[in-house]
Protein backbone atom coordinates (compact mmCIF):
# COMPACT_ATOMS: atom_id res chain seq x y z
CA UNK A 1 0.00 0.00 0.00
CA UNK A 2 1.46 3.60 -0.82
CA UNK A 3 1.32 5.97 2.01
CA UNK A 4 -0.08 9.35 0.56
CA UNK A 5 2.37 11.86 1.05
CA UNK A 6 1.58 14.21 4.42
CA UNK A 7 0.93 17.75 3.40
CA UNK A 8 1.30 20.64 6.74
CA UNK A 9 -2.58 20.23 7.12
CA UNK A 10 -2.64 16.34 7.02
CA UNK A 11 -3.30 13.96 9.72
CA UNK A 12 0.22 12.33 10.88
CA UNK A 13 -0.83 9.17 10.78
CA UNK A 14 -2.72 9.52 7.54
CA UNK A 15 -2.47 6.48 5.18
CA UNK A 16 -1.27 4.40 8.29
CA UNK A 17 -3.35 1.35 9.17
CA UNK A 18 -3.72 -0.07 12.73
CA UNK A 19 -5.18 -2.90 14.97
CA UNK A 20 -5.54 -2.13 18.70
CA UNK A 21 -6.85 -4.99 20.68
CA UNK A 22 -9.39 -4.85 23.45
CA UNK A 23 -10.58 -1.77 21.95
CA UNK A 24 -14.56 -1.53 22.71
CA UNK A 25 -14.13 0.90 26.04
CA UNK A 26 -11.42 2.66 28.15
CA UNK A 27 -8.13 2.67 27.25
CA UNK A 28 -8.48 0.63 23.98
CA UNK A 29 -11.15 2.80 22.96
CA UNK A 30 -9.29 6.40 23.23
CA UNK A 31 -6.22 4.82 21.50
CA UNK A 32 -8.47 3.61 18.89
CA UNK A 33 -10.41 7.18 18.58
CA UNK A 34 -6.97 8.70 18.63
CA UNK A 35 -5.54 6.75 15.79
CA UNK A 36 -8.62 7.57 13.90
CA UNK A 37 -8.33 11.19 14.46
CA UNK A 38 -4.38 11.47 13.32
CA UNK A 39 -5.53 9.76 9.76
CA UNK A 40 -5.11 6.08 10.50
CA UNK A 41 -7.41 3.24 9.47
CA UNK A 42 -8.40 1.27 12.47
CA UNK A 43 -9.60 -2.84 12.99
CA UNK A 44 -10.94 -2.62 16.82
CA UNK A 45 -11.02 -5.91 18.54
CA UNK A 46 -12.94 -6.86 21.38
CA UNK A 47 -14.33 -10.07 23.09
CA UNK A 48 -18.03 -8.37 23.05
CA UNK A 49 -19.76 -8.34 19.66
CA UNK A 50 -22.04 -5.78 20.86
CA UNK A 51 -19.23 -3.48 22.61
CA UNK A 52 -17.22 -3.59 19.33
CA UNK A 53 -19.88 -2.47 17.33
CA UNK A 54 -20.53 0.31 19.40
CA UNK A 55 -17.54 1.49 19.22
CA UNK A 56 -17.22 1.13 15.15
CA UNK A 57 -20.23 3.33 15.15
CA UNK A 58 -18.91 5.68 17.10
CA UNK A 59 -15.68 5.91 15.27
CA UNK A 60 -17.25 6.00 11.96
CA UNK A 61 -19.34 9.44 13.19
CA UNK A 62 -16.16 11.43 13.99
CA UNK A 63 -16.09 12.32 10.28
CA UNK A 64 -13.54 14.41 8.56
CA UNK A 65 -10.01 13.46 7.25
CA UNK A 66 -10.00 9.97 8.67
CA UNK A 67 -9.15 6.62 7.73
CA UNK A 68 -11.54 3.28 7.59
CA UNK A 69 -12.76 1.47 10.55
CA UNK A 70 -13.68 -2.02 10.66
CA UNK A 71 -13.87 -4.57 13.58
CA UNK A 72 -13.85 -8.19 14.63
CA UNK A 73 -14.93 -9.42 18.03
CA UNK A 74 -13.06 -12.23 19.62
CA UNK A 75 -10.91 -13.15 22.65
CA UNK A 76 -6.94 -11.85 22.00
CA UNK A 77 -6.39 -15.50 23.89
CA UNK A 78 -7.60 -17.24 20.95
CA UNK A 79 -5.10 -18.07 17.83
CA UNK A 80 -7.75 -18.51 15.07
CA UNK A 81 -9.22 -15.28 16.03
CA UNK A 82 -5.86 -13.35 15.93
CA UNK A 83 -5.21 -14.87 12.83
CA UNK A 84 -8.44 -13.66 11.42
CA UNK A 85 -8.17 -10.39 12.26
CA UNK A 86 -4.96 -9.69 10.88
CA UNK A 87 -5.95 -11.07 7.89
CA UNK A 88 -8.94 -8.69 8.17
CA UNK A 89 -6.68 -5.81 8.43
CA UNK A 90 -4.92 -6.58 5.62
CA UNK A 91 -7.24 -7.26 3.24
CA UNK A 92 -9.70 -4.77 3.98
CA UNK A 93 -7.24 -1.78 5.30
CA UNK A 94 -4.32 -2.63 3.18
CA UNK A 95 -1.78 -3.64 5.63
CA UNK A 96 -1.09 -3.40 9.74
CA UNK A 97 1.63 -0.76 10.12
CA UNK A 98 0.29 -0.17 13.88
CA UNK A 99 -0.21 -2.70 16.51
CA UNK A 100 -1.86 -1.70 20.11
CA UNK A 101 -2.16 -4.53 22.64
CA UNK A 102 -3.85 -3.24 25.24
CA UNK A 103 -6.57 -6.02 25.63
CA UNK A 104 -6.03 -7.84 29.36
CA UNK A 105 -7.52 -10.15 32.02
CA UNK A 106 -7.10 -8.84 35.56
CA UNK A 107 -8.11 -12.61 37.00
CA UNK A 108 -7.80 -14.59 38.39
CA UNK A 109 -7.74 -12.68 41.87
CA UNK A 110 -6.45 -13.71 44.93
CA UNK A 111 -3.28 -15.13 46.58
CA UNK A 112 -1.24 -17.06 44.44
CA UNK A 113 -1.29 -20.06 46.88
CA UNK A 114 -4.81 -20.41 45.95
CA UNK A 115 -4.84 -19.88 42.46
CA UNK A 116 -6.49 -22.38 40.12
CA UNK A 117 -3.95 -23.41 37.68
CA UNK A 118 -6.20 -22.79 34.76
CA UNK A 119 -7.21 -20.23 35.87
CA UNK A 120 -3.80 -18.91 36.00
CA UNK A 121 -2.60 -20.11 32.05
CA UNK A 122 -5.99 -18.27 31.17
CA UNK A 123 -4.67 -15.26 32.27
CA UNK A 124 -1.40 -15.10 30.35
CA UNK A 125 -3.02 -16.74 27.37
CA UNK A 126 -4.76 -13.10 27.07
CA UNK A 127 -1.99 -11.03 28.41
CA UNK A 128 1.19 -12.95 27.10
CA UNK A 129 0.58 -15.46 24.59
CA UNK A 130 -1.74 -13.17 22.71
CA UNK A 131 0.34 -9.98 22.58
CA UNK A 132 3.17 -12.61 21.25
CA UNK A 133 0.92 -14.31 18.83
CA UNK A 134 -0.40 -10.94 17.74
CA UNK A 135 2.95 -9.76 16.50
CA UNK A 136 3.77 -13.15 15.32
CA UNK A 137 1.03 -13.02 12.49
CA UNK A 138 1.89 -8.74 12.28
CA UNK A 139 5.02 -9.62 11.37
CA UNK A 140 4.44 -12.05 8.55
CA UNK A 141 1.88 -10.72 7.29
CA UNK A 142 2.44 -7.03 6.48
CA UNK A 143 5.60 -5.70 9.18
CA UNK A 144 8.59 -8.18 7.77
CA UNK A 145 8.41 -6.55 4.49
CA UNK A 146 6.88 -2.96 5.08
CA UNK A 147 7.91 -1.97 9.02
CA UNK A 148 6.09 -1.13 11.69
CA UNK A 149 5.50 -0.03 15.39
CA UNK A 150 3.89 -2.39 18.44
CA UNK A 151 2.52 -0.95 21.66
CA UNK A 152 2.00 -3.26 24.33
CA UNK A 153 -0.30 -1.72 27.25
CA UNK A 154 1.55 -3.05 30.42
CA UNK A 155 1.04 -1.61 33.93
CA UNK A 156 2.91 0.27 36.42
CA UNK A 157 2.93 -2.08 38.83
CA UNK A 158 4.64 -4.70 37.23
CA UNK A 159 7.84 -3.59 38.85
CA UNK A 160 6.00 -4.16 41.93
CA UNK A 161 3.82 -6.24 43.83
CA UNK A 162 0.27 -5.76 45.61
CA UNK A 163 -2.50 -7.70 47.41
CA UNK A 164 -4.18 -10.07 45.51
CA UNK A 165 -3.14 -9.52 42.13
CA UNK A 166 -0.53 -11.49 41.64
CA UNK A 167 -1.58 -13.24 38.70
CA UNK A 168 -2.23 -10.08 36.43
CA UNK A 169 0.88 -8.35 37.92
CA UNK A 170 3.23 -11.26 37.23
CA UNK A 171 1.38 -11.93 33.61
CA UNK A 172 2.58 -7.66 32.92
CA UNK A 173 6.31 -8.65 34.04
CA UNK A 174 6.28 -11.06 31.50
CA UNK A 175 4.92 -9.02 28.76
CA UNK A 176 7.59 -6.11 29.89
CA UNK A 177 10.09 -8.63 29.24
CA UNK A 178 8.21 -9.62 25.95
CA UNK A 179 8.28 -6.15 24.86
CA UNK A 180 12.13 -5.63 25.39
CA UNK A 181 12.97 -9.11 23.53
CA UNK A 182 10.64 -8.27 20.75
CA UNK A 183 12.56 -4.49 20.37
CA UNK A 184 15.53 -6.28 20.11
CA UNK A 185 14.31 -9.42 17.76
CA UNK A 186 12.54 -7.07 15.47
CA UNK A 187 15.02 -4.17 14.74
CA UNK A 188 15.21 -2.09 12.85
CA UNK A 189 12.14 -2.92 10.90
CA UNK A 190 9.68 -2.65 13.41
CA UNK A 191 9.81 -0.93 16.74
CA UNK A 192 8.14 -2.39 20.31
CA UNK A 193 7.60 -0.34 23.25
CA UNK A 194 5.61 -0.44 26.03
CA UNK A 195 2.86 1.75 28.05
CA UNK A 196 2.82 1.36 32.14
CA UNK A 197 -0.33 3.15 33.18
CA UNK A 198 -0.86 4.00 36.51
CA UNK A 199 -4.68 3.50 38.34
CA UNK A 200 -7.14 4.91 35.11
CA UNK A 201 -10.32 5.56 35.15
CA UNK A 202 -11.42 2.21 33.44
CA UNK A 203 -14.29 -0.03 33.76
CA UNK A 204 -11.92 -3.28 34.73
CA UNK A 205 -10.17 -0.93 37.58
CA UNK A 206 -13.68 0.39 38.69
CA UNK A 207 -13.78 -1.82 41.72
CA UNK A 208 -10.33 -0.16 42.91
CA UNK A 209 -11.27 3.75 42.54
CA UNK A 210 -15.21 3.98 42.88
CA UNK A 211 -15.78 5.46 46.03
CA UNK A 212 -12.07 6.18 47.31
CA UNK A 213 -11.32 8.45 44.34
CA UNK A 214 -10.63 11.33 46.81
CA UNK A 215 -8.52 9.63 48.85
CA UNK A 216 -6.29 7.81 46.05
CA UNK A 217 -5.82 10.78 44.36
CA UNK A 218 -4.44 13.18 47.28
CA UNK A 219 -1.58 10.80 47.90
CA UNK A 220 -0.45 10.96 43.86
CA UNK A 221 1.46 14.17 42.83
CA UNK A 222 -0.34 14.74 39.90
CA UNK A 223 -3.43 15.13 42.46
CA UNK A 224 -5.85 12.74 40.23
CA UNK A 225 -5.99 8.69 38.93
CA UNK A 226 -5.92 8.46 35.36
CA UNK A 227 -7.98 8.90 32.23
CA UNK A 228 -8.31 6.93 29.02
CA UNK A 229 -6.97 10.10 27.18
CA UNK A 230 -3.76 10.08 29.53
CA UNK A 231 -2.84 6.54 28.23
CA UNK A 232 -4.09 7.03 24.67
CA UNK A 233 -1.72 10.47 23.92
CA UNK A 234 1.27 8.09 24.85
CA UNK A 235 0.80 5.46 22.73
CA UNK A 236 0.22 7.98 19.72
CA UNK A 237 3.17 9.39 20.21
CA UNK A 238 5.20 6.38 20.55
CA UNK A 239 3.45 4.90 17.51
CA UNK A 240 4.62 8.80 15.40
CA UNK A 241 7.33 9.79 13.79
CA UNK A 242 8.39 11.81 16.49
CA UNK A 243 9.65 8.43 18.63
CA UNK A 244 11.22 7.14 15.61
CA UNK A 245 14.92 6.24 17.46
CA UNK A 246 13.40 4.81 19.99
CA UNK A 247 12.40 0.92 21.16
CA UNK A 248 12.42 -1.24 23.39
CA UNK A 249 11.70 1.31 26.18
CA UNK A 250 8.48 1.20 28.82
CA UNK A 251 6.83 4.61 28.97
CA UNK A 252 5.56 4.84 32.45
CA UNK A 253 2.12 7.34 32.72
CA UNK A 254 1.17 6.90 36.37
CA UNK A 255 0.84 10.61 37.75
CA UNK A 256 3.35 9.98 39.82
CA UNK A 257 2.82 7.03 41.58
CA UNK A 258 6.98 5.89 41.69
CA UNK A 259 7.60 8.85 43.27
CA UNK A 260 4.98 9.92 45.74
CA UNK A 261 6.94 8.87 48.42
CA UNK A 262 9.13 12.57 47.57
CA UNK A 263 5.65 14.28 47.21
CA UNK A 264 5.87 16.89 50.44
CA UNK A 265 2.15 16.92 51.18
CA UNK A 266 -0.44 15.53 54.10
CA UNK A 267 -2.43 12.63 53.29
CA UNK A 268 -6.28 12.88 53.33
CA UNK A 269 -7.70 11.46 56.16
CA UNK A 270 -8.03 8.57 56.37
CA UNK A 271 -5.48 7.09 53.34
CA UNK A 272 -2.58 6.17 56.12
CA UNK A 273 0.39 6.60 54.09
CA UNK A 274 -1.29 8.17 50.78
CA UNK A 275 -2.05 6.06 47.50
CA UNK A 276 -0.30 3.20 47.76
CA UNK A 277 -1.56 2.79 51.07
CA UNK A 278 -5.27 3.61 49.44
CA UNK A 279 -5.10 1.26 45.96
CA UNK A 280 -3.46 -1.79 48.16
CA UNK A 281 -6.55 -1.46 50.94
CA UNK A 282 -9.22 -1.24 48.54
CA UNK A 283 -7.77 -4.30 46.87
CA UNK A 284 -6.98 -6.06 50.00
CA UNK A 285 -11.32 -5.28 50.37
CA UNK A 286 -12.13 -6.67 47.52
CA UNK A 287 -13.40 -9.95 46.91
CA UNK A 288 -13.01 -10.87 43.19
Known sequence: MTTPAPTPSSPPLLGRTAIVTGASRGIGLAVARGLVEAGASVCLTARDPGGMRAAVGELRGLGG?????????????????????????????????????????????????????????DAFAVNVDGPLRFVQCAWRAWMRAHGGTVVNICTEGAQGVGPNIGAYGTSKAALLHLTRQLAGELAPTVRVNSVSPGLVRTEMARFVWENAEPQIAAGLPMGRIGEPDDIARAVLWLVSGAASWITGTDLVVDGGTRVRAAHITEPAAGTGNGADYAVHERLRAHRG
Open 65 to 121: LRGRITGHAGSAGDAAHIEACVALTVKELGGVDILVNNAAANTPFGPLVDIDPDAWR
